[in-house]
């Protein structure tokens, strides 16, 4: 009767697998799964991706929430005549949206991981 192969990492064909990675759903064993995106195991290629994606979504919320800053600056300014509460008024709205689009776009928590097993290597002296 047929069972079902064991599932080994691509790399490490004598090592069972981990788990696939999150995007490219390699088998990875503990070793190859460098990087962890959301609890999931994730290769060293495509982990390297996600968490340069998360810099720049991380940037681009901070542009965002600058330009959101200015702009009730602005209205603030042509509606209460600069009155010393729109500065801080302004504030309070960036830092509202800021929190705002965390959470509609959610960025991943991705991190590099350090394998059991695996020794990191020293750091050069
Ligand atoms: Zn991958
Ligand atoms: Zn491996």
């Given at each position: 009767m047929d069972s079902e192969p064991a599932t080994h990492c691509v790399a490490h064909p004598d090592v069972e697998a981990r788990g696939p990675c999150a995007f490219c759903f390699k088998n990875l064993c503990d070793a190859c799964a460098s990087y962890e995106h959301d609890g999931s195991p994730c290769c060293e290629r495509c982990g390297h991706i996600k968490e340069e994606e998360r810099n720049d979504l991380s940037s681009g919320l901070l542009a965002l929430v600058a330009v959101g800053y200015l702009a009730t600056l602005a209205i603030g300014v042509v509606f209460t005549n600069a009155r010393p509460i729109t500065g801080g008024l302004a504030a309070v709205v960036a830092i509202a949206l800021g929190r705002a689009m965390q959470l509609l776009v959610h960025a991943p928590t991705v991190?590099?991981?350090?394998?059991?097993?695996?020794?990191?290597?020293?750091?050069r002296t």
């Open positions: 991190a590099r991981r350090t394998p059991a097993g695996v020794t990191p290597t020293a750091p």
